[in-house]
């Protein structure tokens, strides 16, 4: 899904588990650092092109609380943005962005 906004993420390595790859993929790909604080949700986007599936995409989203690092673009990613939940309705985003991070941010809010 080139050219939209979405939360980093990638491959689960061997012997990883998901909450691992989640911080480790958002290292890699903005250089941030965060402690995990909870699963929030999984959406499965289904490009369609005609009859036939183009793509078929699982993305888990994880809630991470920022310990260190500064947003920074990289090889995977040519923009940082920190938004508010709101702002992602205007946003050309991946499915469901806005509802992934708005659940996040509730979760994020009741772990204090």
């Known amino acids: 899904m080139a050219g939209?906004?979405?939360l980093p993420g990638g491959v689960v390595e061997v012997g990883e588990t998901l909450a691992e790859a989640?911080?480790?993929e958002l290292y890699e790909e903005v250089g941030v650092?965060?402690?995990i604080v909870g699963f929030n949700r999984h959406v499965e986007p289904i490009v369609?092109?005609?009859g036939r599936v183009r793509a078929h995409f699982v993305i888990a989203s994880f809630v991470g609380r920022w310990t260190?690092?500064?947003a920074r673009v990289s090889d995977e990613i040519d923009a940082v943005a920190w938004i508010e939940p709101d702002a992602c309705?205007?946003?050309l985003a991946t499915?469901?962005?806005?509802?992934i991070v708005a659940g996040a941010r509730r979760i994020e809010s009741?772990?204090?």
């Open 68 to 70: 260190r690092g500064e």
């Open 22 to 24: 989640a911080a480790r």
């Open 48 to 50: 369609r092109e005609g």
């Open 33 to 35: 650092e965060c402690a």
């Open 89 to 91: 309705d205007s946003l």
């Open 95 to 99: 499915p469901e962005l806005a509802e």
């Open 4 to 6: 939209r906004f979405s």
């Open 110 to 112: 009741e772990s204090r």
